[in-house]
Nanobody, 116 residues
Framework: QVQLVESGGGLVQPGGSLRLSCTAS????????MGWYRQAPGKQRELVAR???????SYADSVKGRFTISRDNAKNTVYLQMNSLKPEDTAVYYC??????????WGQGTQVTVSS
């Protein structure tokens, strides 16, 4: 049974940093492309960062240069280092495999709030 547990969110001032973690009980995690998604109030869930099994990464334009995704296959964990946070980064952040549809299993997410 798939389980995704996100953690590390919180309240931070603009310009601050947070590091999110996601532990995934997904079979064959090490060969699955993973991503971090976010959903702000009243908006659709969007993909912000992705990482291939080999470690290649790509980012949404809105976070490029500020966010860094990484993974530890030995721990079945994906990370998202978020720097220079902006109020518009406020959202619930989720991890999942790339291509997971809305009907797929999603974890509870972790709330990130950027506010002074």
């Amino acid at each position: 049974q798939v389980q995704l547990v996100e953690s590390g969110g919180g309240l931070v001032q603009p310009g601050g940093s947070l590091r999110l973690s996601c532990t995934a009980s997904i079979s064959m995690f090490s060969i699955i492309e993973m991503g971090w998604y976010r959903q702000a109030p009243g908006k659709q869930r969007e993909l912000v960062a992705r990482i291939t099994p080999g470690g290649s990464t790509s980012y949404a334009d809105s976070v490029k240069g500020r966010f860094t995704i990484s993974r530890d296959n030995a721990k079945n964990t994906v990370y998202l280092q978020m720097n220079s946070l902006k109020p518009e980064d406020t959202a619930v952040y989720y991890c999942n495999r790339i291509g997971a549809p809305p009907s797929a299993y999603w974890g509870q997410g972790t709330q990130v709030t950027v506010s002074s």
